[in-house]
């Protein structure tokens, strides 16, 4: 266990003893101006999940925005989790406070009864749509509320769930009367303490095997770490009465779970239990586990596979043995799993990569239903992955991240692997051929699946619409057999407006989200038949003068004739002929074409909303911002052997526009988050196009990243000259403007660990540079308390002034 306040007291005493070296102190929080506190404290749109029948509205109402004191809850950082032990649940301050239910034919409302100073999460309709389970944290325990849909009554069910793991805490069996929870072992003993005096030291061994891993963070550290991981992760299944009559009933012995989701027929579970050998070089998802499937009552009633610790899992690859093991909808017991045919090592030439298989009940004769050239894409339909539809119907997705080509076929779980129909076959980086992502919906347990016309022959696409005018949103459909597609909708030339929902078969109710550059976004009900809508939320402006906020989509040509853009945002008070300061907010991104690379990225057509610590409230303060100016890295698997060259080009293309439009005053600063603060440092460091930078939660020395970043799938030894070219860590002699470099001490990126900005100060400061490093208590890798968001505003403010205004007036006298 590591504790935040330990570390804390260390870092100050450190402060202590070189007092007279450098200058530290913890200052307290700092305000910025009031209209950047005014749009912080605004209300935000809320969460809208509809019901599977599509009749009703759940509206849930998100929190405001939490203080520091929310965070200074108890943090136990174990296996890549952050456990509060107080509640046995995650670390997390985010949630719902209100919740309201919504009729679609009648638009009447009715509020959800909660308990006071609701912190709500969790939010699932039933399968039969006549409910709403929610949890609910209340001081030390997390529990479990049930709502009736129809009245908005609501009572607490269960208390003392277990939320430490994925998946979530209770999932309801399909027949909607119960759900599967895990909780708290009852009887459980205090947790373990750690031993005042350490019998022995902490000892890892590897013989002789190759084992690369990413850079994870958040591990187990030690023996005492392994305790309390056990300890809180550990749950209890148990079955819940959905009306809050019966006893929950226990299902099977306890066991750290990833898994554990009803059949569904609801007769049977899916479990994936958590075994030792534990590790300290990768998380929980990489721990030997045994997959099985249980009875209701919790006997085992097959050992699907028992997977082995996956410390050496090929890096740019995946583990072997099943994986993406899921039950098939439509079917009462029927499982579904992705195999690895090449040892799972993407580098390593195969000419089939991946397996599906299908597995009926009693789970004894496994039969496969395809092949992949290429890797299974999981995730999820956005990203790849399975979507089941009516009889049968599957679009399973493979993709070759070296080409970035992916394929999306259609079988029909029935059929010979022969008879299944290709249908998309793109680039993934091609953003203005993206047909789009199919929509879902709940099917009647519970579970996602396609939403099809009533004669099964269309399914519904939901896409972003890019193209080199901006996006435009918009609803296709497309018949499944001749792959013709018609459009059903699209968001209007001046507005940026989406598809949240859509709710029938045959896509005539849809709920969208509508903003345009005067309207923030607010959440509408529209019958595209009949053309009329209704508005559902009433999201008013917080800050009239963002309304008027100029902005527009540039485009340009770097020096070899890449096409980039951006969306160059003026000040509120912009005046029409006025040069006027611009801040570059960056954020590069990897392309193996240059074609692709060109396209258009974003709408003109967003309301200016700032939220978080963002850089848009610079536009209050007279600044223009070049929001996420494209820098592509063209070159594939091998495009960083270029990427300072690129990024330099990228930024000097983007400031030549400006000056030669007359638009920019010829003072330009930069700033970055992430792997945006990384360019930042870089773009100080290659070039003089900059006055001063601002880089928050960076990685900069990639040493400590040896086996891979980013896109980046080569190890440190494999290309050292490209690793240190690219990190700033190496050039911060060549840094000379002024740099401001924040972190979140609590930082749970992988990679981006507080010792890369601590490291990159010292480096920075021992060759004379002006900087400033501010740590933030309690932050992760993004900046969420109150305090913490004004304070980095109100410094980035502070900064670029000092830095970019002051110095354009003094160059100016």
Known sequence: MRSYSLRFVAFLTAVVAVGNLTAAAQETYKQPPEIVRRILDAPRPPALVPSPEGRTLLIAEPKGVPTIADFAQPLLRLAGLRINPQTNGPYSVTGFQAITLR???????????????????????????KRIAFTHIAGAAMELWIADAATGEA????????????????????????LLCRTVPAGRAAAPMEAPVPTGPIVQRNAGQAAPVRTYQDLLTSPHDEALFTYYATAQLVLVDAAGVAAARPVGRPAVFTESSPSPDGELILVSRVQRPYSYQVPLTDFPQEIEVWSVTGEKVATIASIPLAEDAPMDGVRTGPRNVDWVPGRPATLMYVEALDGGDNRRPAAERDKVVLVDAPFTQPRELTRFAFRFQGGGFGGGGTVFGRNGLVLLTESDRRTRQTRTWRLTLNQPASARQLVWDRSSEDRYGDPGTPVRMRDGAGF????QSQDGKWIYLDGAGASPEGERPFLDRMNLETKATERLWQS????????????????????????????????????????????????????????????????????DGVKLSGTLYYPTDYQDGQRVPVIFWVYPREFASADAASQVVGSP?????????????????????????????????????????????GAKAAIDYLLSKGIADGNFGVGGHSYGAFTTANLLAHSDLFKTGVARSGAYNRTLTPFGFQNEQRSFWEAPEVYTRMMPFAYANKINEPILMIHGMNDNNSGTFPIQSERMYMALKGHGATVEYVQLPFEA???????????????????????????????SL
């Open 103 to 129: 009729d679609v034919a009648t638009g009447q409302e009715r509020r959800v009864t909660v308990p006071t100073a609701a912190h709500l999460g969790g939010l699932v309709w039933s399968p039969d749509g």
């Open 492 to 559: 209007a030339s001046d507005m940026y407006e989406s598809v949240t929902a859509v709710l029938d078969d045959a896509a005539r109710t849809v709920v969208t989200r509508r903003e345009s550059r005067t309207a923030p976004p607010n959440y509408f009900q529209r019958d595209l038949r009949s053309r009329r809508e209704t508005q559902i939320t009433q999201i008013a402006n917080p800050a009239p003068a963002l309304s008027n906020v100029r902005r527009e989509l540039i485009t340009y040509s770097r020096g």
């Open 155 to 178: 009572r607490r069910v269960a208390t003392g769930l277990n939320g430490t793991t994925p998946g979530g805490p209770c999932a309801w069996i399909p027949r909607s009367d119960a």
């Open 605 to 649: 057509n967003r309301f200016v909303l700032p939220g978080g610590a963002s850089h848009l409230f610079l536009l209050t303060q007279g600044y223009a911002v070049l929001d996420n100016p494209t820098l592509p890295v063209v070159g594939g698997d091998s495009a960083n052997n270029t990427y300072v060259d690129q990024t330099v080009a």
């Open 781 to 811: 890798h993004g900046y969420a308390a109150r305090e913490s968001v004004m304070d980095v505003v109100a410094r980035m403010i502070e900064w670029y002034d000092r830095y970019v205004k002051e110095r354009a007036a003094a160059s």
């Open 448 to 451: 996602s699946v396609l939403r």
